[in-house]
């Protein structure tokens, strides 16, 4: 059974640049859910794609946006990039939307 | 918007000790669950406990309920070096008037087993 896998684990970017982060979800798994997390915090939600739809969406702004493909990989795509987006980006995958929880590594994106 | 709180936000022990992170939120939940992360990388499930359930076991975890407290607890017992992570509660919840899901976490309780 192969895991939670995310893609690039580490990337520098600039200000005013666009990122576009991969994530393949666990086999079986149905739901992605993008979480960032700055340090010394905890994650924060960004959003969550059930069966391709958007399925909630936390406090982030909309060049924060997403995508579920239908072997249910997801994309997550941050333009216009400010100093504060630079966190560790989480994926996580589920079967349907709700319990637990199977992350990957993370993306460590940093914004110069 | 931060709906659980970890206390303490540090924590330091000697190998064999026992640690007690607390968790406190402020709505009510489906469940409450909580993740170990090893220094800056992926998160790991640990348990989850239902809003339905008081307690709950598994291997050296302990994890209490109260909900009329609003308030968790996690128990790690005969505690070892590797146990040294970050802790984190998370309660899911359904927000009121959609099917929109999130599970919602604190800011961790940063456990340290001194050998």
């Known amino acids: 059974e192969t895991g939670v896998t995310q893609s690039p684990t580490h990337l520098i970017k600039t200000r005013g640049q666009q990122v576009t982060l991969r994530c393949s979800s666990q086999?079986?798994?149905?739901?992605v859910s993008w979480y960032q997390q700055a340090l010394g915090q905890g994650p924060q939600f960004i959003f969550q794609?059930?069966?391709?739809?958007?399925?909630g969406r936390g406090n982030f702004p909309p060049r924060f946006s997403g995508l579920q493909f239908p072997n249910y990989s997801s994309e997550l795509n941050v333009n216009a990039l400010e100093l504060d987006d630079s966190a560790l980006y989480l994926c996580a995958s589920s079967v349907d939307w709700i319990g637990e929880l199977f992350f990957g590594e993370g993306s460590r994106l940093t914004v110069l | 918007s931060q709906q659980g709180e970890e206390d303490p936000q540090a924590l330091s022990i000697q190998e064999g000790e026992n640690a007690t992170m607390n968790c406190s939120y402020k709505t009510s939940i489906n469940n409450l669950q909580w993740y170990r992360q090893n220094s800056g990388r992926g998160l790991v499930h640990l348990i989850l406990?239902?809003?339905?359930?008081r307690e709950k076991h598994s291997g050296r975890l302990r994890v209490t309920l109260d909900t009329s407290k609003k308030s968790s607890s996690l128990l790690i017992t005969a505690s070892r070096a590797a146990d040294t992570a970050s802790y984190f509660c998370a309660t899911e919840m359904m927000p009121s008037g959609g099917s929109n899901y999130k599970l919602t976490f604190g800011k961790g309780t940063l456990l340290t087993v001194n050998p």
């Open positions: 406990i239902r809003s339905n359930e």
């Open positions: 794609y059930y069966r391709e739809e958007e399925n």
């Open positions: 086999s079986g798994h149905n739901t």
